[in-house]
């Protein structure tokens, strides 16, 4: 029983389906709170309810519908308790509703009659009103325009003095509106309007005025070629003037002109008298100066608008860099512009004139160029100049076109130093131009000495009379006591060439003299360049001349030798031509620093070559007569008298070599050992030819037979001066090996071979083999019996027996 009450009194343990039934009560729960909450989202909770058990959503809408019915008695209750306080509440209302009505019935009538009294008063009150405003408005406005109508004169004013162009006094009116007359009446719309086109009309002025400096810009590059033209021609005035007045002051220290060496200084001072006479006459005119050929006034009138506006800087950084481009405009050449004085001229003109005006702007305005801008713009242009000058001379050819280029340069760099320009960069360049000009020189002459020496007979100088003696001796120092003794008719030894050469020489130092003039160089340094390019001209030119000369095909032998003549005068010749350039310059050929003229070498080298020339011509031709030999070589016996071709040589020889006494020296002696050596060497390669197989004896005493020819003409002396039978020598190879032939000594040649007593000292054994062997042959083939005599077999076994002797000698040097 107890225990029955114990059981009884504990609760019973839940059973499975009520706890599963709790869960979906808990479960269901929280799923109304989230859709009854407005803030969640709705998606997840919805997809939670299809996505339990499968009878979830059924179970859900039962669910759902219970508590729909729950809702709906719970707002029953409400409506139910406060019912009873509504009714009551409408019911107030409607007994207020009659009371209101009452009320605004008698409001609408009190304002109505309140009305109808008042609107007399109302209308008597507004005239009042109106009369007083509007005489506050007249004295309004009466003191209002008293301060408006300054404010429109002076806007009329500046109307006015932008229409007459008076900018500047149209900014200072404009100044005073918008500082004194505009701020007393900004209010108004008028002013503000005004203040509005203030700004505006600067910046029409600024337009105009810029305007105005871009056609000053325009009309200053235009100008630029006569501005520069006639800076240079004043320039060009003043220093003619100096220099007359300097000539005037030297008259009393010379008496005579430094050109007075070939009559020259006469024409050259006439010149220049009747040159400064024309210049004298132009300088009477009228001196034109930059300012009157340009109106500087858009500058200046800029310049004010733009330093008032409070602008200037913009203003000076535009003018530089406008006149820059302008300086890169004008410093850039025309492409032809070397080919003609005008190009250069017109170059030098316009770069004239752009830094003239620059000069002017310099001194004229107060900062608007600066003079490190305009040294600058100078050293910037300088460099152009000197590149473009440089690149264009190099064209030029023609040294009168140079000549021409450098005076203008020397005016040039004249007229930019007397504006304040440093133009020193100039005057080296002229040095670089020197050197063109003597290049172009060096060039014409070399045309001149060429036409010379093709128009030249090469033969002496013929003189008929004493008159033409003394013309040919004004040109050419010549002094010969022997032929100044002869009578006429007589020759002198050198030829038509030698005068004009020497004339064309001093041509050129005339011409170099006409460079350096004007350069502000000392008498040393004038005298340094015109012995350079006398130097030039003679090592470089006249040589270059004599030597293609000398190698040309139809220069014979008798051209060749008046060349050697006419170089030997020229070089006596060249001492002279040292005291023409002292003359010139008055300095002193001791000087430590003077140059020395190098003709000297030049002419050597060139008869040097005339001589080599001479040898070898003389060889050829001595070979063209060598190939008219025509030997029988198996001759029995010799014709008893010399080849006919061989007596030709010597006569050609002996006539040669009678021409050859006028050379200087040793020169003829040479040759004629040159000739015979040349003649013995072709002989001996003549007997000893590969070609050659047979040679009989009566062929070896006809070759001696023309030996001995040669040994008569080598001792008859055709050229004076040889000692003893020095001449004969060429030919001793030739001679001993023909006595070894013709005597048939060759017991003695191998008895005393190699001893310095031997009588055949100078024949070589194996030309002796050589020789011996082509004989050999001959016996074998013409005597074809000489076996069957004695005196042949025995002189065939000598032949052998020398042979073989021979044959060891020869291999005895050669190891």
């Not at 050259?268 to 500087?296: C, I, K, P, R």
């Not at 300086?327 to 070397?338: G, S």
């Not at 032949?799 to 040097?813: F, H």
Request: contains cysteine; charged residues 25%.
């Amino acid at each position: 029983m107890a225990s029955d009450r114990v059981h009884a009194a504990l609760p019973e343990p839940p059973s499975q389906s009520e706890e599963k039934n709790k869960e979906e009560e808990k479960a269901f729960g929280n799923i109304f709170a989230e859709l009854e909450s407005v803030e969640l989202p709705l998606g997840a909770t919805l997809r939670s309810i299809y996505d339990d058990q499968p009878n979830a959503h059924k179970r859900f809408m039962e669910k759902l519908d219970a508590r729909i019915r729950n809702h709906d008695r719970e707002i029953e209750k409400m409506c139910n308790f406060h019912h009873q306080g509504f009714v009551d509440a409408i019911t107030e209302l409607l007994k207020v509703r009659a009371d209101a009505e009452k009320l605004m019935g008698q409001v609408t009538d009190t304002n109505r009659r309140l009305q109808e009294a008042g609107r007399e008063v109302t209308a008597q009150t507004e005239e009042v009103i109106r009369c007083r405003i509007q005489q506050r408005n007249m004295a309004t406005t009466v003191e209002k325009l008293h301060l408006c109508i300054p404010v429109l004169e002076k806007y009329s004013k500046l109307k006015e003095q932008l229409e007459s162009k008076r900018y500047y006094a149209a900014l200072k009116t404009m100044e005073q509106l918008e500082k004194v007359f505009i701020p007393r009446v900004s209010q108004y719309r008028f002013c503000q309007i005004m203040a509005e086109n203030l700004p505006r009309l600067r910046e029409e002025i600024k337009e105009i005025s810029m305007s105005d400096l871009k056609d000053f810009l325009e009309s200053i590059r235009k100008h630029s070629n006569k501005i520069g033209e006639t800076a240079m021609r004043q320039a060009q005035q003043h220093r003619t003037f100096n220099s007359a007045v300097a000539k005037q002051a030297s008259i009393g220290h010379y008496s005579n002109p430094v050109y007075s060496l070939n009559g020259r200084a006469h024409t050259h001072n006439g010149l220049m008298m009747n040159d400064e006479a024309g210049e004298e006459e132009e300088a009477d005119e009228e001196v034109l100066t930059a300012q009157d050929l340009v109106d500087f006034s858009p500058v200046y009138r800029c310049l004010h608008i733009y330093t008032v506006l409070g602008d200037r800087e913009t203003f000076e950084n535009y003018y530089r860099k406008q006149r820059k481009k302008q300086a890169r405009l004008v410093l850039q050449p025309q492409a032809n512009m070397h080919e003609t004085v005008e190009g250069y001229r017109r170059y030098f003109n316009q770069i004239v004139g752009f830094f003239v005006v620059e000069d002017h702007i310099l001194h004229a305005t107060r900062g608007l160029v600066t003079r490190v801008f305009t040294d600058e713009l100078w050293n910037m242009a300088l460099s152009k100049i000197i590149a473009v000058l440089r690149t264009h001379s190099s064209y030029c050819d023609d040294p009168d076109l140079v000549l021409e280029l450098k005076n203008l340069i020397v005016i040039f760099a004249d007229t930019l130093q007397g504006y304040g320009f440093p133009v020193n960069r100039l005057f080296d360049l002229l040095f670089e131009v020197r050197d063109q000009y003597n290049e172009t020189l060096l060039k014409k002459w070399a045309l001149v000495f060429r036409e010379i020496f093709e128009l030249d007979n090469y033969s002496p100088i013929p003189v008929e009379t004493e008159e033409e003696y003394k013309l040919v001796v004004s040109r050419f120092p010549f002094h010969d006591a022997e032929i100044e003794k002869q009578d006429f008719p007589k020759k002198l030894p050198m030829s038509q060439s030698v005068p004009q050469i020497y004339t064309q020489v001093k041509e050129l130092i005339y011409a170099s003299l006409k460079f350096s003039e004007s350069l502000h160089r000392s008498s040393t340094e004038i005298d340094d360049m015109l012995r350079k390019s006398t130097n030039l001209l003679l090592t470089r030119t006249l040589s270059s001349c004599l030597q293609s000369l000398i190698k040309k095909p139809h220069i014979g032998l008798t051209e060749l030798v008046q060349i050697i003549i006419n170089t030997t005068h020229l070089e006596q010749a060249c001492k002279y031509l040292e005291e023409f350039i002292t003359n010139i310059t008055n300095v002193s050929p001791e000087t430590v620093h003077t140059t020395r003229l190098y003709g000297l070498s030049t002419f050597k080298d060139a008869r040097h070559a005339a001589e080599g020339e001479i040898y070898t011509k003389l060889n050829q031709k001595i070979d063209e007569f060598i190939q008219l030999a025509d030997y029988e070589w198996g001759m029995s016996e010799s014709d008893g008298r010399a080849s006919g071709y061989l007596m030709d040589l010597i006569n050609f020889l002996r006539s040669t070599f009678q021409v050859f006494t006028h050379l200087p020296g040793k020169v003829a002696q040479t040759a004629c050992m040159s000739a015979c050596k040349h003649l013995s060497t072709s002989l001996m390669q003549m007997l000893l030819d590969t070609d050659l197989k047979q040679i009989s004896m009566g062929a070896i005493q006809q070759f001696n037979l023309d030996v001995i020819q040669c040994e008569l003409f080598a001792s008859s002396e055709p050229v004076p001066g040889f000692q003893g039978d020095t001449l004969q020598l060429a030919f001793i190879d030739l001679r001993q090996l023909l006595d070894l032939f013709m005597v048939w000594d060759w017991s003695t040649y191998l008895a005393d071979y190699g001893q310095p007593t031997s009588k055949y000292l100078r024949v070589n054994p194996a030309t002796a083999l050589a020789l011996l062997e082509k004989m050999k042959d001959t016996s074998k083939k013409n005597n074809i019996f000489s076996q069957f005599r004695k005196n042949d077999r025995d002189k065939q076994k000598l032949i052998e027996t020398v042979v073989k002797q021979l044959r060891s000698l020869v291999n005895g040097m050669s190891s």
